[in-house]
């Protein structure tokens, strides 16, 4: 059985409802996991083992804090107050610590002494000076997990390469089939496409919660160890496909990869996507169209016919989509198990049934702008999603908790790390 | 405790080694969940039937051509069995399978697993601490759990590919990287449980919707409209306030370089880099702000100095002034890469024919517990014999009248 976290630090509070969510819904309760996190894949990782229960303490360079604080999307243009921020740190503890100063560097391994995981995105170059050389911390610390997510990894001929989230996304492969289908059509000549916002490096953040956890389930039987998670390496693995098509002796690219009919389909009122992979789905889609007698023609009950006359196909369905209401269709087309979606605004989300039925949004008090609802989490666990406990915070806010209340530093000596800019 | 061969990489066990997995699922979403269990060392017993296959198993012809151009990669490292859960024999074993089993996963559409008699509740009686992952389009409760879907539908829904497209054309399609990343989130999730499930002796339920996948993918907008009423709209290659921030034509056909600038210092560098001094020294480009509001003329000069060059050479010599470029990596580009292979994230594997291919691996670097892919794909019920009759007990005459029942079909 494994070992439950030993000194455990002091927990956040959970507001409301969230607070008779039982003990399966936060599964890492009672682990300490420091995150140094200048990039959003860390900071996804450790919002995502936040949101398990796990005590997450952000460690923040001393004074303004991260650079994210001040990341678009905003809350709030002056200040500069960031949505990526809040929503990539709500339910951590924030500490702030100069890891260029030796009793920074000192204060960081008393906290390490008492977490059972480090998760880190310094750069590889940058770590020897603030002691987070790997080997020298498994010596100081030989059963600490030290998760290290950085955009191309620990080691190898890229490890030392910067990239921000448009880099990765093409390092991993995805970048270059985008986009697909009607904007492609379009579009042809444009640059391939970015998914919106930090798709990519949100792929790696899951990745290393993956390796994270999975460290934390062999902890009993091995103790720490070093886990190096690349961003590239996730977002190449969640994009194996093309490589496993290029074994089979097709080399892919955004022009022809389109489904050759169905995908955006524009309506009245907006957008709904369509995809019938399977023949009995073709032929409710067939019956969703009123039968018409372009549908009814006897060769394209073949699917490879179909496949060969796809524009001509389109042309139908685009016309057809046209006359057509999105909320209307999407509710008829699943009726006849027709695979279709409305391309939802965050509006449609915020207000849908099914967003309220599942509970995906929580209040957080948000200063200046009141309860606010947030996303979550992408995964429900003992039949509801996991309570977040509050909402980020400034640079520091937990110092007196986490510095002094926690590892004993009275207050006195915090005052002098203050004046020091040490924290 | 694990050892190290010459280039450092750890030898031994992986971290869910002992750990076995009933595997229901169909398509891409839940095989690579499990697959990714299985890269971490658990047992992977994929469960399917000839009655009806994955789908992703079958030739399909969506895009123009018959094979099985998705399956591959999701279904090695698993075995294979077959069982017809039509029949109630079916069922039975498929609740045997899952009483020697830690964690079962699933990707039917919600309802189904109970029709089949396999439903949490009932299976919890088989085992009271199975851990058991559904994943579907829209999750396992709501107006719209019955709902069917695909990748591209799943990122509709959930807002991702809404605001994804340029500013003046329409939403665009999130493909497979939207099921693999459901699977991904997926598997992070039923780890979280089975390790609490390894600390208390509780099971659970796990509830996986792709549609909350791709929402969370946009939770910074979707806290900016809650907050403020306006969220972000779909913006190309755009991110506010940062210029250069494109994907650039290089030379060569169809060959690409993305290009982040995130500071002035950065800008310095790449026109330094660029042997561009005239960069530096043009007020439309002199700040951060004048360079986002002059981005078009911005990226025009840069096209001019990149599609003489190409992408690898101008990704090596920004990177070496400390600016992100990085080319856009097509398949080839991927399986060529010495880095992506020094890290085994590519790695070869001998196909069931014993043809040596390129195959994308682990992609986590375990010091003492490695991730690896070891075997290619199975034949539908290739492992019939080994997990019936070893792993079950079944002799040898029952298998083989099962068999002619259509019960192992």
Redesign the interface.
Known sequence: MQSTAKREAPAARHTGAASSASEAARPLAGFTIVERAAGVAASYAGRMLAVMGATVIKLEPAGEGSDLRRAEPLLSDSPRVSALFQYLNAGKRFVTCDLHQGEGRRLLDELLLRSQLLLDDTPVAVRPALDLDPAAVARRHPELVYVSLLPFGAAGAHAHYKGYELNVLHSGGEGYLMPNGLTLERFPERPPLKIYGHFAEMIGGTSAVCAAVSALIARDAVGGQFVDVSSQDANVAVGCFAVQRLGDGVLENRHERSFKYGGVLECSDGYVGILTLEQRQWEGLVKLLGEPAWALDPAIKDPLERSRRGGEINRHLREWARTQRVDDLVHRGQALNVPLAKYNEPRDILEAEQTKARGLFAPVELAGLGSVPEFVAPFQLAGAVPPLAHAAKPAGADNAAIWGDWLGHDASRREQWKRDGII | ??SSDAR?TAKGRG??EGVRVADFTLHAAGP?CAH?LSL?GAQVIKIETAERPD?FRKP????????A??F???ASNKLSVRLNLKQPRGVALAKRLVAVSEIVAESFRPGVMERLGLSYQSLRETKHDIVMVSISA???????R?????A???????????????AD?????????MD??TG??????V??????K?????G??????A???A??????????????GT??Q?A??D???LAP?????CAGD?R?V?I?V?NDSEWAAFARAADRPDWLADERFRTASERWRHRAALDAEITRWTRERTAEEIARRL?SA??????????????ED???A??G??TPLASAEGEQ????G????????P?RIERWTPKLGEHNDHVFGDLLGLASNEIRELIEAKVIY
């Open positions: 405790m694990a450092g971290p869910l690579f990714m971490l789908i399909h012809p969506v895009y123009g051509r018959m094979g151009a998705s591959d990669q999701v829209c999750g396992q409760t709501g107006p719209e019955g709902y069917a879907g695909y591209p539908l799943f990122g509709a829904a959930g807002g991702l590919g809404t605001l994804t497209g340029y054309g329409p939403p665009t399609e999130i493909r497979h990287v693999h990343s991904l989130t997926a598997a992070m999730a780890l979280a449980a089975y390790l609490h390894r600390r208390t002796g509780e659970q339920h796990v509830d996986i919707a549609r909350d996948v929402c969370s993918f946009i939770g910074d907008a979707m806290l900016q409209f809650a907050a403020t969220s972000p779909r190309g290659n991110a506010p306030g921030h494109n994907v650039y034509r169809d690409w993305s982040v995130a990177q400390g600016v992100a470029a990085f080319p856009s990596y097509s398949a080839q580009d991927i399986a010495p880095h992506l020094e890290r994230i590519i291919r390129k195959v994308v682990a992609p986590w670097r375990f010091q003492r517990t991730a």
